[in-house]
Nanobody
Framework: QVQLVESGGGVVQAGVSLRLSCATS????????MAWFRQAPGKEREFVAG????????YYGSSVEGRFTISRDSAENTMYLQMISLRQDDTAVYYC?????????????????WGQGTRVTVSS
């Protein structure tokens, strides 16, 4: 069974750091672009960060650029999202996703495998 499993979420105070992990199983995603999305209460799902499969090119949403870093460890079949200087508006459920393609895209419809999400709550 193909699975993406997120972990690392929690309740933290503003200003601290947190690292999310996305473990993959069932098949390799080394040839697929992968990304993190998030969905805050009452809001639409938002692209956070993505990484291509071939060159490792990364791209970030404007609200997180400079604070979040996406990476992937092919040997461990795991993707990470390092988050620093967390703010209250980072509060959301964070999802990892694997694209149908190798190239990076911010379009959620191009991702066909999703994890169940991990909740991040940032308090003041």
């Amino acid at each position: 069974q193909v699975q993406l499993v997120e972990s690392g979420g929690g309740v933290v105070q503003a200003g601290v750091s947190l690292r999310l992990s996305c473990a993959t199983s069932g098949r390799t995603f080394s040839r697929n672009a992968m990304a993190w999305f998030r969905q805050a209460p009452g809001k639409e799902r938002e692209f956070v960060a993505g990484i291509s499969s071939s060159t490792g090119t990364t791209y970030y949403g404007s609200s997180v650029e400079g604070r979040f870093t996406i990476s992937r460890d092919s040997a461990e079949n795991t993707m990470y999202l390092q988050m620093i200087s967390l703010r209250q508006d980072d509060t959301a459920v964070y999802y990892c996703a694997a694209s149908k393609y190798t190239g990076l895209t911010t379009d959620a419809s191009q991702y066909d495998t999703w994890g169940q999400g991990t909740r991040v709550t940032v308090s003041s």
